[in-house]
């Protein structure tokens, strides 16, 4: 067992503008022995000279740069790095508030065999941090099972893959050789391993970290066609990971149609917000995959054996929100 207890992963490109609040908060909690490795990945603007500036000289700082090759890459160069019990993925133009590693502690020396340490999380526009709205909600607190907390969120919908939405053990990324790899939708089979190959999580009811919508950023802009298939590829992976990983689980079946269920919705939802047609081969999915469960409500038949029909209804409600945004 190591005597560190966290390490914080912090890939870093061009983010010059954000990085110096990013770890300034996370100082504020975070001393030697634990640790914050930030992953230079290959900037051109100066998060280097202001990470060098401010933290080079802090024993709890590590700082690595590498030749770019997207935030996946970057966080697989900090896993092989982190000597930590936990590992924690930060990005860099976001927040985390007091409380976390604290908690964290309390949570390891109560229940050493956690595997998982989840939390809330909340948006901020740029600009205005005072202004805010629920990103990851979580429906139970406490000691859980992580593939129930898993299928909680699938089904409040507020299930994210994004690779800051939880501390992770690290003997359970080494143990099944859990890495993030490709540059774009990266985080999907991560974060769905985490869930379904650990065992004990623990939920904390506080919200922990602050996600920034930087405008601009792909959050917020038009996205293209091949933004839409490099996704969809990351949610068939992640299906096959899903099943393998399942085996013989008697959550198997539940947790596949959740996961399908959860995955169609916010792919159509993508498309209707982009103002694009949802793609074809999307829609086939949803047809044959969907088509192998059974539907629990008139939603769902209507999603899976009536899918158009579906998306019109569901574009109507996007264009009224849109209408209402503006």
Avoid at 155 to 180: D, I, P
Avoid at 237 to 259: F, H, N, Q, W
Avoid at 290 to 312: D, S, T, V
Wanted: proline residues 3%.
């Amino acid at each position: 067992m190591s005597n560190i207890l966290l390490s914080v992963i912090i890939p870093t490109y061009n983010v010059e503008t954000y990085i110096v609040e990013c770890v300034d908060a996370l100082l504020k909690q975070i001393s030697a022995p634990n640790e914050i490795i930030i992953v230079n990945d290959g900037s051109t603007d100066g998060t280097l000279a202001l990470v060098n500036q401010h933290y080079g000289h802090l024993p709890q700082v590590k700082i690595i740069t590498t030749v770019n090759g997207g935030a996946g890459q970057a966080r697989d160069t900090g896993i092989e790095a982190a000597q930590g019990e936990f590992l924690f993925f930060c990005d860099p133009d976001d927040i985390v508030v007091d409380g976390f590693v604290h908690e964290l502690q309390q949570v390891f020396l109560a229940h050493p065999e956690t595997e998982l340490f989840c939390f809330n999380s909340q948006m901020f526009e740029e600009g205005q941090r005072h202004i805010t709205r629920s990103k990851v909600q979580h429906n139970m607190v406490g000691k859980q099972a992580s593939q129930q907390v898993f299928s909680s969120l699938l089904c409040n919908g507020s299930y994210t893959s994004a690779a800051w939405s939880y501390a992770v053990k690290r003997n359970l990324v080494e143990q099944h050789r859990m890495r993030f790899r490709d540059r774009v939708h990266e985080d999907h089979q991560f974060t769905l391993a985490a869930y379904v190959c650990s065992q004990h999580a623990w939920v904390s009811k506080e919200i922990y970290y602050h996600q920034r919508v930087r405008h601009g950023s792909l959050t917020n802009s038009r996205k293209s066609d091949d933004y839409f298939l490099q996704r969809y590829n990351a949610f068939m992976r992640a299906y096959s990971t899903l099943k393998v990983a399942l085996g013989r689980s008697p959550l198997r079946k539940k947790l596949e149609k959740e996961y399908l269920m959860h995955s169609f919705r916010l792919m159509i939802y993508l498309s209707l917000y982009n103002g694009t047609a949802v793609p074809e081969y999307v829609v086939n999915a949803i047809r044959f995959l969907g088509g192998q469960h059974e539907p629990a409500n008139i939603k769902e038949w209507l999603l899976i054996h009536r899918p158009h029909m579906f998306i019109r209804l569901q574009n109507i409600k996007v264009n009224k929100a849109l209408r209402s945004a503006a």
